[in-house]
């Protein structure tokens, strides 16, 4: 191989150096089972693992989830994703379907090596290896956060990261950057991108097999800003609109039958946007001022934000999706021991509600300060019969410790978050698809200098300092 690990590692992998494949400044491949989309991706890969110095041509051929250049053949295995084969003769990738057929050519392409890269003595190799492959969780997914200072550019990084890592979601929240059409007073005036500029985002993660996950916080987070900065998305332009609020503006107001119309609109408005998929992120988390007004404070608060849940959960799924919330609110801090643990289901006695629930609901159980042991509240979570994903935030140790009970617990997934951290995913990308992708307590390798390959061969800057690497300054001010 050319660098010295494979990102994320595969299950099994030899490579056999005293014999190779090799390809000049043109290759031809045949290729089955794959949308265009991602045909026209695989190819710009090529290109950019070959340095910029060679050419795919893919032609329609075989049955199934195949790629092959020449005669070498790949098999699958009893449990794997995908199998890859590269000989003397050639180079095959075979996925049991379209998304793990990628995974494998994701892999494949970072097995080339450059011998020449002259103008007209393009010359590369790849060194004979078979590989089986497939991941220790199924659902591996990234939450990006549009912020209204986000680079796009920033933003598509971490899509590329993802996709080429193997990742299978993208979870996208804008935050006042949004252009709804069903109220323009949910998008800054100044600081609003174009849903064509949006577009770009989508269709990027569809040309690496992923599943955009649509997302807007329909309890806390009413504000679509930052709690410490004090704006309003909303009221900073359309004071009349408070009454779909809590006093505070902070959550959202439950016993107003706008808001639950509002609501549905944006969900409909951003489904639309995403395309099809199986799930629409909820938020749920840190609703500090819940049933405060003078129409909420007279209902049983857990009572209240049951009944609206089941009804948001109603919605989504009628809609062929199933939803996802953040989990604090539904647990209590006093119901557990000493340690770092997130549950703020005290406050107004949210907790009681998690009883109350539809089972349709998926939780996302958020413990960024948990590091290793047994993460107590996912199997709570588990065992009240809720599918459960977990989700690390930005510490490598959390990272690896939380995928590691994903695999223990059986969850149905993880969830890394990047919130305004996002330079720190772009950094540790590869060391967290990895964790998830390995068997067991795997503590993948971790290179700064190899991260920084990578995103190279992903993301083309032209030479632009500011969309080069993952910060935006060489010099701390």
Not at 108 to 131: K, R
Not at 357 to 369: E, G, S
Request: proline share 5%; with cysteine; net charge negative.
């Amino acid at each position: 191989m050319y660098l010295r690990h494979l990102y994320p590692a595969p299950k099994s992998f030899r490579e056999d150096e005293t014999e190779r494949f090799v390809f000049g400044a043109k290759a031809t491949a045949c290729v089955s089972g794959l949308s265009p989309a991602c045909e026209e991706r695989v190819g710009t890969l090529w290109r950019q693992f070959s340095c910029g110095a060679s050419a795919l041509e893919l032609v329609p051929g075989g049955d199934g989830f195949r790629f092959t250049i020449g005669k070498a053949e790949a098999a699958l295995r009893e449990g794997d994703a995908y199998a890859l084969r590269v000989d003397p003769a050639g180079v095959s990738v075979v996925g049991s379907d379209a998304l793990s057929l990628m995974h494998g050519i994701e892999t494949l392409v970072q097995l080339i090596c450059p011998e020449d890269l002259t103008e007209g003595g393009e010359a590369f190799a790849i060194f004979s290896a078979e590989a089986h492959d497939s991941p220790a969780i199924p659902f591996r997914a990234v939450h990006l956060c549009v912020f209204p200072d986000t680079k796009l550019y920033n933003i598509k990084k971490a899509i590329h990261l993802a996709g080429f890592l193997k990742l299978t979601h993208v979870v996208l929240e804008f935050w006042g950057t949004f252009p709804y059409e069903c109220e323009p007073a949910l998008a800054w005036k100044d600081r609003a991108f174009s849903k064509s500029e949006l577009k770009v985002l989508v269709d990027l993660a569809k040309s690496y097999g992923m599943e955009i996950i649509p997302m807007s916080n329909q309890f806390g987070h009413a504000t679509q800003a930052r709690v410490g900065f004090g704006r309003h998305v909303i009221l900073n332009r359309n004071p009349r609109l408070s009454r779909l609020f809590e006093p505070d503006g902070w959550t959202w107001c439950l016993s107003n039958p706008d808001t639950y119309g509002l609501l549905g609109d944006m969900r409909a408005e951003l489904v639309e946007f995403c395309g099809p998929g199986k799930y629409f992120h909820l938020g749920f988390d840190e609703a500090y001022s819940f049933a405060t007004c003078d129409r909420c404070r007279k209902r049983v608060p857990h009572e209240l934000l049951a009944e609206y849940l089941n009804r948001l959960t109603e919605d989504v799924c009628g809609m062929g999706r199933r939803p996802i919330v953040w989990h604090d609110q539904f647990l209590r801090r006093s119901d557990f021991g000493e340690g770092p643990i997130v549950a703020n289901g005290d406050n107004q006695n949210t907790a009681a509600a998690l009883d109350r629930l539809d089972r349709r609901i998926i939780m996302a159980d958020w413990q960024y300060d948990y590091r290793n042991g047994f993460n107590v509240t996912t199997s709570v979570l588990m065992t009240k019969g809720f599918d459960t994903v977990v989700c690390p935030w930005d510490n490598r140790e959390n990272i690896r410790s939380l995928a590691a009970d994903a695999k223990k617990l059986g969850t149905s997934g993880i969830l890394f978050t990047t919130w305004d951290r996002l330079p720190n995913w772009l950094r540790d990308a590869a060391f967290a698809a990895g964790c998830a992708w390995g068997e067991g307590t795997y503590n993948p390798p971790f290179s700064i200098t190899e991260s920084a390959c990578l995103l190279r061969r992903l993301y083309e800057t032209d030479g632009s300092f500011d969309e080069s690497g993952w910060n935006l300054n060489e010099v701390w001010q």
